[in-house]
Nanobody, 126 residues
Framework: QVQLVESGGGSVQAGGSLRLSCAAS????????MGWFRQAPGKEREGVAA????????YYAGSVAGRFTISQDNAENTVYLQMNSLKPEDTAVYSC???????????????????WGQGTQVTVSS
């Protein structure tokens, strides 16, 4: 059974940093897109970042490029999202997801992802 468990959310002031972790179990993450998505109240889900697990190529939404960094630890089957220079508009529930077919990671299309974590709240105050 595939499980994705996020951790690291919390509250921070604008300009601060947080690091989210997503621990995957139940499968071997090869040829897989691992992505981070977020959803704020009243807004649609937004793809934030993804990484192609075979070679570590990262992809970012324009809204977070230059501020967020996605990375992976293959030995631990864990994906991270380092979030710097946080803004109030980054406030949302952040979820990690896995897309085991591993294509079009750049698209950050949540509909392609089969497995999802439970989400972790990130709140950025001004």
């Amino acid at each position: 059974q595939v499980q994705l468990v996020e951790s690291g959310g919390g509250s921070v002031q604008a300009g601060g940093s947080l690091r989210l972790s997503c621990a995957a179990s139940g499968y071997t993450a090869s040829n897989t897109c691992m992505g981070w998505f977020r959803q704020a109240p009243g807004k649609e889900r937004e793809g934030v970042a993804a990484i192609y697990t075979d070679d570590g190529t990262p992809y970012y939404a324009g809204s977070v490029a230059g501020r967020f960094t996605i990375s992976q630890d293959n030995a631990e089957n864990t994906v991270y999202l380092q979030m710097n220079s946080l803004k109030p508009e980054d406030t949302a529930v952040y979820s990690c997801a896995a897309h085991p077919r591993g294509y079009n990671c750049w698209a950050l299309d949540g509909d392609e992802y089969n497995y999802w974590g439970q989400g972790t709240q990130v709140t950025v105050s001004s």
